[in-house]
């Protein structure tokens, strides 16, 4: 069974920063790429950050480039999300996805003062 759980979200000042996780298992952690997705309310899903399997290489939406960074442990079957310098746009509902297949439930991200 598949399984991608996200963790680490929650409630942040602006300019702050927040560290999320998601942990994979049910499947080949090592040979999926893995990316975050974040969708805000009455907005259309956005790809964040994408990490390619052997984790070497990375890429960035443009909202998020310089700020945040992915990266992934595969011994731990996990991925990371290190957040800095968060701005109120950045709430949304951030999501772990694998190889554009496999969706984790999603993990609150609000930047409020």
């Known amino acids: 069974q598949v399984q991608l759980v996200e963790s680490g979200g929650g409630l942040v000042q602006p300019g702050g920063s927040l560290r999320l996780s998601c942990a994979a298992s049910?499947?080949?952690?090592?040979?999926?790429?893995m990316n975050w997705y974040r969708q805000a309310p009455g907005k259309e899903r956005e790809l964040v950050a994408t990490?390619?399997?052997?984790?070497?290489?990375?890429n960035y939406g443009d909202s998020v480039k310089g700020r945040f960074t992915v990266s992934r442990d595969n011994a731990k079957n996990t991925v990371y999300l290190q957040m800095n310098s968060l701005k109120p746009e950045d709430t949304a509902v951030y999501y772990c996805?694998?190889?554009?297949?496999?969706w984790g439930q999603g993990t609150q991200v609000t930047v409020s003062s």
């Open positions: 990490i390619s399997p052997g984790g070497g290489i990375t």
């Open positions: 049910g499947f080949t952690f090592s040979s999926y790429a």
């Open positions: 996805n694998a190889g554009a297949r496999y």
